[in-house]
């Protein structure tokens, strides 16, 4: 569109306060509590099975034990991870640590028997992972007929241009295929698991973070000082972590500009009435 001078230093100016007024008022984002409403909505009885595919410290683990009473093996392939996740399970009370365990696994080998999990929950893992065909096709191998997948995770928009997306996969250790959505459909739809719900959360995740805690506008600050001085950085904390810093940070902003957005997938296995 051709700018239009009238427009720009007229009109414009006379609407602008109140167009700015109404971009602060909140369109309500979801906020990341929607993945554990997705699981309350599965009705899962208590002590239903669940492998916490990529557990991490194992923080959703125990709110999965805390809030429904299930029955939690977290799996990690880092060490740190699990160290860490055993020791929080030290400090729980018994009632909760009884269900909760951690084990070495990936999304590709999960330590479980054949249909013996009610639920896979995989959070913010899958963008790891090299071969998303062969870590759904596992997730249908542990699953009991009408077990449910709960996944999240961030892909790639029509918005990231490829020589960004090239280095901050890099940096990220993202495998550029399984951040596409394109590739994540096929591979589930190779899995033989049923497609329940696909949530595009777009951007929902980053405005709340930003809205309670300034998150994504720290990232973007922070991203100005790493551009602006790179060698006080550099020399500071070493090439590799600035990278990742810089990485991090551009990655909170890129959520807010649509370049990535939030994605949750809810799939069963077919059967079991
Ligand atoms: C961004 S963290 C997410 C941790 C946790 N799921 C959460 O939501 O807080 C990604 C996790 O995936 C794990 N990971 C990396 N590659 C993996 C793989 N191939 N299979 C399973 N987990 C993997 C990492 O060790 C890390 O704990």
């Known amino acids: 569109m051709a700018w239009d001078r009238e427009f720009l230093y007229d009109t414009y100016p006379r609407i602008e306060e109140a167009f700015s007024a109404r971009l602060d008022e909140s369109l309500a984002p979801r906020d990341p509590s929607v993945l554990l409403q997705v699981v309350r909505e599965l009705g899962l009885r208590p ?3 669940v492998v916490d595919v990529g557990c991490g410290e194992g923080t959703y683990a125990f709110r999965l034990a805390t ?7 977290g799996i990690d392939p880092v060490q740190r991870h699990l160290d860490l996740a ?3 399970r030290r400090d729980v009370v018994p009632e909760i640590a009884s269900r909760v365990s951690f084990e070495r696994g990936s999304a590709t080998r999960v330590p479980t028997a054949d249909a013996s999990i009610d639920l ?7 963008v790891h992972v090299a071969h998303p065909e062969d870590a759904y096709a596992e997730f249908a191998r542990v699953l009991r007929p009408g077990g449910h997948v709960v996944g999240y995770q961030v892909v790639a928009t029509d918005l990231l241009p490829r020589e960004e997306a090239d280095w901050l996969f890099a940096v990220m250790g ?4 399984s951040a596409d959505p394109a590739v994540l459909d096929r591979a589930i739809a190779v899995s033989g ?3 329940v719900d696909t949530i595009d959360l777009a951007s929902e995740w980053g405005e709340w973070s930003e809205e309670q805690e300034g998150r994504a506008s720290r990232a973007l600050l922070h991203l100005a000082r790493l551009l602006r001085e790179p060698e006080r950085y550099r020399a500071e904390f070493g090439d590799e972590a600035y990278d990742v810093m810089l990485g991090d940070c551009r990655w909170h ?3 807010m500009e649509g370049k990535l957005a939030g994605r949750i997938d809810v799939l069963r296995r077919p059967g079991g009435g």
């Open 120 to 126: 896979v929950w995989c959070r913010d893992v899958m």
């Open 174 to 177: 993202v495998v550029p295929d």
């Open 67 to 73: 809030h429904f009473g299930l029955r939690v093996l």
């Open 253 to 255: 902003v890129h959520r």
């Open 47 to 49: 002590d239903s099975r």
């Open 86 to 88: 055993r020791e929080v």
């Open 193 to 195: 698991l049923e497609v």
